[in-house]
């Protein structure tokens, strides 16, 4: 028998908490903790830790998990009464042993399906049924991909906001530019979400962030100068018109062949939140005061719109991360490439 770890394994993290570890034959790997189904890892191959993880962050209940990935639902922020950013990212998620399948048929060997249902005391401060599955995998290339499917199971609709809360690991945060949402408008947090309009350069961090950005593409590029380092995120949606064409038609085959109205959802993840902190880490009691040079946010979200799911329907809102080498003669750092390749 070889030494070899297996590609899937769950184990005890930090205080005791249930984490999955995911492993990729050439190295890289991922940890979830059941805890918020909290993606609190993502290291390349050559062992490199590719999110950023407070080295205050508290792993105990109530506390959500600081750094990593945090699953807001159903609220954004403090869009609604709930706490902010809802409470999925502070609630202990399952294994989810027999998931639905996917439309496509994957052979990657590192993921883990959770589900979250929420208990009786959820359905006293949010009164809806539903079922919230996320699949974390491990690509070939050390891919890193979330896919969120929120079903309705209610016999009433139900309106929710929802953010993938990504912590990227950056080198420093004066050293980072961010390609993709130039010239887009932006809501800002910072100035009670008065709307503005980015002026066509790449954004950079010279002070605290927090903007909400509209109508964002597909593909984002976040670059590291001092690290060399390009993490590209895609978030799903609706590729093409081609691509829906057949997917909507395999959703009408298949509510024929059940007889039942069932229909998926399948909703662009429409804003992205861009986050730093700055001088305020200070006053985040799990968050180092100077942490916030090594972290940056850029959070795939629906928030402006909430997502509302009828009662049988499905809501997917899918997260892809990785992390390129970047150098000038590569021509990695050339944003047309970067976001073109
Ligand atoms: O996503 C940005 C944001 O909503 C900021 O306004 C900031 O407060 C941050 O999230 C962190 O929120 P948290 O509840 O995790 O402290």
């Known amino acids: 028998m070889s030494g070899e770890k297996p590609p899937v394994e769950i184990c005890k993290g930090v205080n005791g908490l249930d984490k999955v570890v995911l492993r990729e034959v050439r190295g890289s790997s991922a940890e979830v903790y059941l805890y918020g189904g909290h993606v609190t890892s993502w290291r390349n191959d050559h062992g490199e830790e590719l999110l950023f993880l407070s080295t205050k962050a508290i792993f105990k209940p109530p506390k959500a998990i600081r750094g990593g990935i945090p699953i807001c639902f159903p609220q954004f922020g403090s869009h609604g009464n709930l706490d902010q950013h809802g409470f999925a990212r502070n609630r202990f998620w399952s294994i989810d042993a027999t998931p639905p399948p996917f439309p ?80 887009l408008d932006y809501l800002d947090n910072l100035k009670a979400k008065e709307r503005f309009t980015e002026q066509g350069d790449a ?62 959802q399948f909703y662009c993840i429409f804003f992205s939140v861009v986050w730093n902190p700055w001088e305020k880490a200070k006053s985040i009691a799990d968050l180092g005061d100077d942490e916030y040079k090594h972290m940056l946010c850029v959070e795939p979200a629906a928030v402006e719109k909430a997502i509302t799911l009828k009662p049988g329907e499905e809501w997917k809102g899918r997260l892809e991360l990785s992390a390129v080498p970047s150098s000038y003669r590569s021509g990695q750092l050339d944003p047309q490439r970067v976001l073109q390749g």
Not at 145 to 171: C, E, G, Q, W
Not at 207 to 236: C, N, Q, S
Request: hydrophobic share 40%.
């Open 104 to 183: 496509t048929v994957s052979t990657n060997k590192a993921f883990t399906d959770l589900i979250f249902k929420p208990s009786e005391e959820d359905l006293k401060i949010w009164p809806h049924s539903y079922e919230f599955r996320l699949r974390i995998t491990l690509g070939p290339g050390g891919d890193l991909m979330l896919t969120s499917r929120i079903r309705n199971i209610d016999t009433k609709p139900f309106s929710f906001t929802f953010a993938y809360h990504t912590y990227l690991s950056v080198s420093d945060i004066s050293e980072v530019r961010i390609e993709g949402l130039e010239t």
């Open 203 to 264: 954004i950079t961090f010279e002070t605290e962030v927090d903007k909400i950005y509209l109508g964002t593409p597909t593909k984002i590029a976040i670059i590291d100068h001092e690290k060399k380092r390009t993490f590209v995120l895609r978030k799903d949606g609706l590729p093409d018109a081609g691509t829906l064409c057949v997917f909507w038609l395999v959703c009408y085959w298949a509510s024929l062949q059940k007889k039942l109205n069932l229909f998926i």
